[in-house]
């Protein structure tokens, strides 16, 4: 007989982060975003202040917190690159405001959806960094279509353990 | 309204925050588009929110690096010991190698040096480098910059150059006391004027989106070939003239800027993996000190040469003559009492003699203008095929 499972209202309900930890992981995730390239260029390709502001968005469901978080996080990771402060602080706060707004909808505890969601939203940073790029900052870089593929394919698979690893930060509300 | 705000309250708050960022980049792309080809000018503001940015992590970063080098000097010094001895030997035997070819080199450059002079060329010379530690890295594969652990503190200034023993890596950009930014030159905001060693074509590199660095204002040209070595040609202000910058890699028309040609330089440091850099600090128009030590010594070494190769040979034929004195047939007195000529090695006797043979051609006193040849100065034998 088919086991049914079903995800009440209660356990949809937002939760919080000690202040430490707010401020702390998206730190780390800066940090180590910052020194994985030293050992492996290719590491690059990774945006782990990216999986942070998405785990942040949908784990408190508000979208106002989702947008600011996304915003700092990015004018964080601007400032230690020499590119315009703005184009990574636009991008994730449009992406910590819609992850937010997700989190309404679907079970976000359910890997399939994590994997969905976190593919879906690197692409479409990707997209809005392209954007930025070409019609603010008159930045005239080609949209490598597969390479971005291949990002949000590897952030989506570095993405799931750092779930389950913040998953244990999180407190009920 | 009140219920509006309420109702769009989320909505509101995104519009804002980007409206705001979308603000501030345009208040910055005018700053960075005037300094195309220069230093990326940022806003007092926009500096001040780079520093906090780097304030925050270098220290990590220091802290990380430092500890990564304690467990490395750790397992370099107590734990991977095995054929040190063996090690130590080549690499002495690897600088004495290297200390002699410095010395030919920098011959070869107090020659270059005389001639450029000859011909008024301004050549500047690294005067005064600080070595660095790669630190950091910014972080994204969209900007290709490194933070490096000196700062103002050690001398360093926006705009410096940077390479390594391999070649040049990029230039300083933004300097702080204790730590800099240094953009590398495969980024898309940096670029180098360069030279190709064998054409002398003149042209600037630049950095490209995918990371690479390539050649974009040189049209179609024959003579350029894969594998010809690309120098700094000094003419940026920033790069001293001669230093390496890489090899050619590929050559292709350029279909988005028609009629040029994209050649992909392989850049002589490896750029993926910088570890220790230096900065030149200062450049002087003479070489420095050392290197003219060395030119002097090397300058010596070619005369000490000289003149072991000139005492060989009139050992050899000082040899000779002994040799030549212990015959019988040689006096040491001239028939009229003078003293006897050096005595100079005579040729054996020819086997076969023909015309070429010394002493058969008749002397030019002898020969009349418009006779026939003598039998002495034909061959002998007709030549068989």
Known sequence: MAEHTYTSRRELDQYGFHPAVTL????????LQAELPKLW??????????????????????PIAGALTGTFVGL?????????????GIAKAIIGYLAASVGFTVDVDNVINRVAMNFFFCLL???????????????????QLWHELLRAVCNTVVAIPIFYLLDTFRRRD | MDSFLARFKNSLVLIAVVLLQTIGLAMQVPR???????????????????FWSAAIVTPLERLIHGAGLNVRHFWSS????????????????????????QASFAEDARQGRRVQALLGFQQQYIASTVAAQVIGTSGSDRSRLVYIDKGSKDGLKPDQAVMTQDGIVGKLRDVWAHTAQLLLINDPTAGAGVILE??????????????????????????????????????????????AVGMIESIRPDPEHQPYTAITIKPAADLARLEEVLVITGTQATLPPLAQLDADTALASVKRAADFASERLSGVHEGEAVNATDAPVVPAIGVNGNPALPIVPRPQSALHPDRYTPGSTPRAGQLTPGAPSTAAAKPETSPQF
């Open chain 2, 78 to 101: 107590y734990v991977d010991l095995r054929h040190t001895r063996e090690q130590n030997h080549d690499l002495q035997m690897e600088i004495a190698r290297l200390r002699e070819e």
């Open chain 1, 125 to 143: 940073q990707s997209a809005l960094l392209y954007f930025i790029g070409r019609f603010l900052v008159a930045d005239a870089r080609p949209l």
């Open chain 1, 41 to 62: 260029g290719r590491f690059a390709i990774l945006d782990l202040p990216l999986i942070v502001v998405i785990f942040f968005a949908v784990s408190r469901r508000s």
């Open chain 1, 24 to 31: 702390l992981v998206p730190v780390a995730a800066v940090l």
């Open chain 2, 32 to 50: 960075q588009s005037d300094a195309l080809g220069g230093r990326p000018g940022d806003g007092k503001r926009v500096s001040q929110l780079r």
């Open chain 1, 76 to 88: 964080f990771q601007d400032g230690l690159t020499g590119l315009p402060l703005g184009i990574n």
């Open chain 2, 198 to 243: 064998s054409t002398r074509i003149r042209g600037i590199v630049r950095g490209t989106g995918g990371g690479q660095v390539e050649i974009g204002n040189l049209t179609a040209d024959s003579r350029i070939k894969p594998g010809e070595r690309v120098i700094t040609s000094g003419g940026d202000g920033v790069f001293p003239r001669g230093l």
